[in-house]
């Protein structure tokens, strides 16, 4: 076996059944779990509805590169959402889901003949960056994003002489479990070193669609790139269908940018297997053709936050997040001791920070924190705030 999978971790949601394990919660009191990002508003009728009138499509072997159609509506809506303008034959490419597309783009992108291959991520993170470096060969580099730099991505803490090696920059706006959006200065940062350095970036916008007013949509990294006057050079973004249109189970998603990186990184998945279901692209292509459904979907997760976050004022430190359906709370004492007695006594289920994260610089960022996913109903999200209340008041 491959000599590589030694080096990974136990993934955080079994780490939190481990931490459980022996725990009997308050039985009193209904399951409420907010530990994992996994949409549970209903997905939208047309969405279901395009998925089964298409399963004819099933008879057919799909091609890697999407149906025109897909790549046809994608582009629409990144010229909508983005203001760019990008090929479908050659910038865009559909994968099944931002997760898949995360880990595999690091087999395709990292040169193994480099003797020393980094990969910078962000710190806390979402473990697929790690995981797809390690198994491309390369080591990572973890940037703590902390309160004291505004949960910020600073470039300029990673050793001059370490760029060099590096090969590959994940980021992730909004930003997984933070909730912060990167600005254009620093995009213009990050793209003048990929410019010096030659390494490729890697933006993960699978949270961008869920944000708290209308028209003031996060910067992505397209946006970020236009308005810098600049093209897409060693620039991919990465989005998904899931949070933006309730739909985790479709595996959905698309990559956009550099139409070099592009087409290798198709050359790759006609190898590894990977052409979305022909049902699912039909589905998708309708999703991405609509923004009612996502207007609604933001205004409900406006409404959760709205009445969570007064509920928890005062019990637990945190900062409204720019986007995403996270907050990101600090408790007193233990991260991971605050949510096995939680679970314990309330029946609430919330992710240690400290699991999200890796130690660097000698702190692990995410200690001291839980991550509490607003992905319930508004109901069951202001039944948890309040035990999560009286559990601190304990």
């Known amino acids: 076996m491959n000599p590589r999978l030694n080096q990974l971790q136990p993934y955080p949601f079994q ?42 499509g099933l008879a057919n072997y799909p091609i890697t590169q999407g149906a025109d159609s897909l790549r046809g509506a994608i582009a629409d809506w990144c010229r909508s959402r983005y203001g760019v303008d990008l090929d479908p034959a050659s ?8 997760r898949e597309a995360l880990f595999a783009f690091a087999q395709a992108a990292i040169d193994p003949s480099k003797h020393v291959k980094r990969v910078v991520s962000p710190n806390p993170f ?46 992730c706006s ?33 949270y961008s669609e869920i944000y708290f007013e209308e028209g003031m949509a996060p910067l992505g990294a397209l946006t970020a790139a236009k308005q810098l006057g600049r093209d897409f050079s060693r620039l991919i973004v990465f989005n998904s269908l899931s949070k ?38 039909t589905a998708s292509t309708a999703a991405w053709r609509d923004e009612a459904h996502v207007v609604e979907n933001r205004r409900l997760y406006r409404e959760k936050f709205a009445a969570v976050m007064p509920i928890l004022k005062g019990a637990l430190e945190f900062e409204a997040p720019d ?28 992710l240690p920070g400290g699991y999200l994260a890796r130690e660097a610089g000698g702190v692990n960022p995410g200690q001291g924190f839980i991550r509490i996913a607003l992905v319930d109903g508004l109901e069951a999200c202001e039944e948890a705030a309040r035990r999560i209340v009286d559990f601190v008041n304990r």
């Open 126 to 171: 979402y473990q697929i960056y790690e995981g797809a470096a390690l198994l491309a060969g390369a080591k990572p580099y973890f940037l703590n994003t902390l309160p004291e730099n505004g949960f910020r991505m600073d470039f300029g803490l990673v050793p001059d002489d370490l760029w060099d090696s590096v090969q590959l920059v994940y980021t």
């Open 323 to 350: 986007a995403a359906f996270y907050l990101w709370a600090k408790v007193a004492g233990d991260d991971a001791e605050f949510a096995r007695e939680l679970y314990r006594e309330k029946h609430v289920t919330v």
């Open 15 to 56: 780490r939190l059944r481990d931490l459980f394990a022996g725990v009997t919660p308050n039985s009193a009191l209904k399951p409420i779990n907010l530990s994992i990002g996994e949409p549970k508003h209903s997905t939208p009728a047309f969405i279901r509805e395009a998925l089964t009138g298409a399963l004819d």
């Open 91 to 98: 910038q865009i490419l559909p994968v099944n889901g931002s």
């Open 174 to 206: 909004p930003g997984n479990p933070t909730g912060k959006v990167m600005g254009l200065e620093e995009w213009r940062e990050l793209f003048a070193l990929s410019d010096r350095h030659g390494f490729v970036i890697a933006s993960d916008e699978c």
């Open 244 to 281: 933006r249109s309730n739909v985790p189970g479709l595996r959905s998603g698309f990559v956009a940018g550099d139409a070099a990186v592009i087409k290798q990184f198709l050359l790759y998945r006609t190898y590894h297997g990977s052409a979305m279901n022909p049902a699912i692209q």
